[in-house]
């Protein structure tokens, strides 16, 4: 279990505090809850157990075998609720080879967002009409962002794939999961010209931008696949080279095998346990677990809808 990081954002709702205990430390509201990180910019610790206050990059030093089967420079993964109240920026994020060469953070952002909880009428920005670069350019310094950005429609329980140089944005009245790399590299391209929490209009990072996004992108999404065994019905999402995730719905008991690589767990709703060698868990909405790889056969029983990933 961890214990997540909050980080007040000019865009953010009232969610988090209900769900994942996300006080308000300062002014402004709770936009994100950085549920499993080892990212500088916000470390989630473990809560319970023998490592209880202890950082991933910790326990990665002292049990590599926990993660990953190879050696792992940084921990791969981001995970994040995010809950808008307004509309956020419309952006892109580098990929790695990008990253790597104008950034300080070591790779790129492909991520992708589970939709929790929508108001009617939410929407989110996900691609673009532009033929070509040039068109884009046009489009944009024009400022006819209606005629350029695609927006879609959501509701709770859509999931959306949005790979490195891809424009988007989330709307405002949705409560999501991100699964994403470990970066926080964002180029901003357009803010709705309003202030930041400190009064003045927060930096657009257009040059960068146009660098990185994907001029040729297709607005086709991947579809999710769903397999249906006895005892657990999954609905994988998306399988790319930065990871997989899925959604897992149990209604009784299913036993999982051991996976060569850590799991990380998010219970969406739902109430049961986690059974394994060395103990139970009680598992409840709004927790997230890591299951080490080669834990040995662990069982989850209860009512369960979740989200897992892994790379
Ligand atoms: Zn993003």
Redesign the pocket.
């Known amino acids: 279990m961890f214990s997540p990081v909050c980080k007040e954002r000019v865009w953010g709702g009232s969610s988090l505090d209900k769900m994942v205990n996300c006080k308000n430390p300062g002014q402004g509201p709770i936009g994100e809850a950085w549920i499993v990180s080892d990212h500088p910019e916000g470390k989630t610790r473990i809560m319970n157990g023998a490592f209880s206050g202890r950082f991933l990059s910790e326990i990665k030093q002292t049990h590599q075998t926990w993660f990953s089967p190879f050696p792992m420079a940084k921990f791969p993964l981001l995970v994040k609720l995010l809950d808008a109240a307004d509309d956020l920026s419309v ?1 892109v ?1 580098p990929d790695d080879a990008y990253a790597i060469t104008h950034e300080h953070d070591g790779s790129g ?1 492909t ?1 992708c967002w589970y939709i929790i909880d929508a108001k009617p009428g939410s929407e989110i920005i996900l691609g673009h009409t532009a033929k070509d670069r040039s068109e884009f350019i046009e489009l944009a310094q024009a400022q006819r962002w209606n005629d350029l950005l695609v927006r879609v429609p959501v509701k709770a329980g859509d999931f959306f794939f ?1 790979p490195s140089g891809s424009i ?1 944005a989330l709307g405002k009245g949705i409560l999501l999961l ?1 699964v ?1 790399q470990n970066s926080d590299t ?1 180029y901003r391209i357009y803010d709705y010209d309003r202030a930041g929490l400190d009064g003045r209009k927060r930096a657009l990072h257009i040059e960068k931008a146009f660098d990185v996004i994907d001029f040729t992108q297709s607005n086709d999404h991947p579809k999710p696949r769903i397999v249906y065994e006895d005892t657990i019905e999954r609905t994988v999402f998306i399988s790319c080279e930065y990871f997989t995730v899925e959604k897992w719905t149990i209604n009784s008991m299913h036993i999982f095998a051991p996976l060569e690589v850590f799991l990380l767990i998010y219970i969406v709703s739902g109430n049961g346990h986690l059974l394994y060698e060395d103990g139970l868990l009680h598992l409840s909405k709004g927790l997230s677990i890591m299951i080490p790889a080669n834990m040995g056969k662990y069982r989850i029983e209860g009512s369960i809808e979740a989200i897992a990933c892994h790379i």
Do not use: A, N
Request: proline share 0%; net charge negative; charged share 35%.
């Open positions: 952006q994020h952002k991520e949005i988007h991100e994403q964002t």
